[in-house]
């Protein structure tokens, strides 16, 4: 079952104030700008063009009135070639090809790539679209269910308190608003988690965590999307196909620098563990061949501690863990320890393996033996896949059969 939880308008209004006053400014009536013009129409961008937008009352408008940017993107590209490998109903990704072939030099230079990188960079920021939004088909800036901040859309409030912020001489205050509003509403589950077990009752998962929401066609959280520096650098805002890949491709990279600082392998991927448990499909990785890029692509959707650190052997046969730390213990109770050598991936080794089937504990990390190129199983929800339908295994080859369709882009580097 969903867990729906609600923000008033006046928890919201106490949020933007809070904010507000974290950054020095002060005096401001957020109510006043109600009836601002961008707040009022904020833009729903499909292959990068606004087609369609929303006003903050949920309702569609007609693209007959939908208003121009306000601030339009500092790069133009006059390039206009359809690719052939990309889909017919993508144009927006053949303009973002055109904008970084267009500009590669200054990309390039802010990147610290050369060409052959670039390219690269830019057909998987292309395919990591490609998975995330249908290569930005898909409508992710209206798609967000469960959570209603004082009855508005996440997205609406997040583009329109970046415009007020524009007002007030402060860019980033739609992105710090959802950091909190995320803030308050972990802080209310966390609290009622308390109360109930206080009570006797159970509330729920103890680690659930409400994150910020995630926009646009690679869905970045705006807080991860503001780091990058994309809109600063070159104009283009998380709803654009051409800001998002850009992001994918600044974000991408540094996790590659990151994997190569750790010390960790260009060889192919590798998961001892999950074929010693005879976990289906893991016996062999179909990634890019080079364990740096695929952990370093896999850092889109799966957290970066987990995948840019090298991985040592510990005390079990069965389990690696971080070498940067002494002790492991991923369970924390038996029940869900019993659940994971219960579920169909596992329960078939432990069956076999009775001796390990104990509650581990907590487990010493043999810190001087380290699994070269190991790549984590982890499992997780992801848009319409749940529970352990989807694995980081799953993601990138997905991505990666994306990345081996699109050499016809090369043509446009030459």
Request: hydrophobic share 30%; with cysteine; charged share 25%.
């Amino acid at each position: 079952m969903k867990k729906i939880i609600k923000l008033t308008e006046n928890d919201l209004l106490t949020i933007v104030k809070k904010v507000i006053e974290e950054q020095s400014i002060k005096n401001i009536d957020v109510k006043k700008f109600k009836d601002d013009e961008y707040y009022n129409n904020t833009q729903r961008y499909v292959d990068n063009t606004a087609t369609s937008f929303r006003g903050l009352d949920g309702r569609q408008k007609t693209t007959a009135t939908s208003p121009k940017p306000k601030k339009k993107p500092l790069i133009q590209t006059p390039l206009k070639i359809n690719y052939s490998c990309l889909p017919t109903n993508t144009v927006g990704m053949s303009e973002f090809v055109n904008f970084v072939a267009f500009n590669k030099e200054w990309i390039k230079k802010e990147l610290g790539v050369d060409d052959s990188t670039l390219i690269f960079l830019t057909k998987i920021a292309i395919a990591i679209m490609g998975w995330q939004s249908g290569y930005g088909t898909v409508d992710k800036l209206y798609d967000i269910g469960g959570t209603k901040f004082g009855g508005l859309n996440p997205y609406d409030i997040y583009k329109s308190l970046n415009r007020i912020g524009g007002i007030l001489g402060y860019d980033d205050l739609g992105s710090k608003t959802v950091e909190k509003a995320a803030e308050t509403l972990n802080a209310g589950v966390k609290k009622l988690q308390d109360f109930g077990s206080g009570v006797g009752f159970k509330t729920g998962n103890s680690s659930y965590k409400w994150d910020e929401p995630s926009f646009g066609p690679a869905e970045f959280m705006p807080s991860t999307y503001k780091k990058t520096g994309v809109e600063k650098k070159y104009g283009y805002g998380v709803e654009t196909i051409i800001g998002s890949g850009l992001a994918v491709m600044y974000n991408i990279y540094n996790s590659y620098k990151i994997a190569l600082e750790n010390g960790l392998s260009s060889s192919s991927s590798e998961n001892n563990m999950a074929k010693l448990k005879g976990i289906p499909k893991w016996d062999n990785i179909k990634g890019t061949g080079n364990h740096l890029w695929d952990v370093a692509i896999a850092t889109h959707t799966w957290p970066p501690e987990k995948m840019l650190v090298k991985y040592c052997k510990t005390n079990r046969p069965d389990f690696a863990a971080p070498c940067n730390k002494p002790t492991h213990k991923p369970f924390t109770s038996e029940s869900s320890w019993k659940s994971y050598i219960n579920h169909s991936r596992n329960s078939s080794y432990y069956t076999k393996n009775p001796q390990l089937s104990k509650f581990p504990g907590e487990m010493k990390v043999l810190n001087n033996e380290p699994i070269p190129n190991y790549y984590p199983e982890l499992i997780g929800s992801h848009g319409n896949y749940t529970g352990s339908q989807v694995d980081s295994k799953m993601i990138l080859e997905s991505i990666v059969t994306k990345i081996s369709k699109l050499s016809c882009i090369d043509v446009a580097f030459k």
